[in-house]
């Protein structure tokens, strides 16, 4: 049986196709799943295999309490935002600014 590299070569039909899509992926399963227990295997035998997954388990939980603020933390409201900075202001004893007018009266003459 000879091999061929180009992909497209030796393909009949959609049957043919269809049963190499799932010999492709039965193969590399069988490689990942090889791959995987060869690393559990190395892991098993080292010494400091409990401290490894105490860090683990802390890496973990600080991924998962990063993942909750960011997706679960809805941004404060933005006018609750400038409502609490006017109130803020006022509680200073003015606004600072002079309003929205410049510190004009309705007359437009400097107050």
Do not use: K, N, W
Request: charged share 25%; net charge negative; no cysteine.
């Amino acid at each position: 049986m000879e091999r061929t590299t180009d992909t497209r070569e030796g393909v009949g039909g959609p049957g043919e196709q269809a049963v190499l899509l799932a010999a492709g992926l039965a193969d590399l399963a069988v490689t990942t799943v090889g791959a995987a227990f060869t690393s559990v295997r190395g892991l098993l035998l080292r010494s400091d295999t409990a401290e490894l997954a105490a860090g683990a388990e802390q890496d973990l939980i600080a991924r998962g309490r990063l993942a909750l603020d960011r997706y679960a933390t809805a941004p404060p409201a933005h006018l609750e935002v400038l409502a609490r900075h006017v109130i803020a202001q006022r509680a200073d004893g003015g606004d600072g600014e002079g309003g929205r007018d410049g510190g004009r009266g309705r007359d437009g003459d400097r107050a």
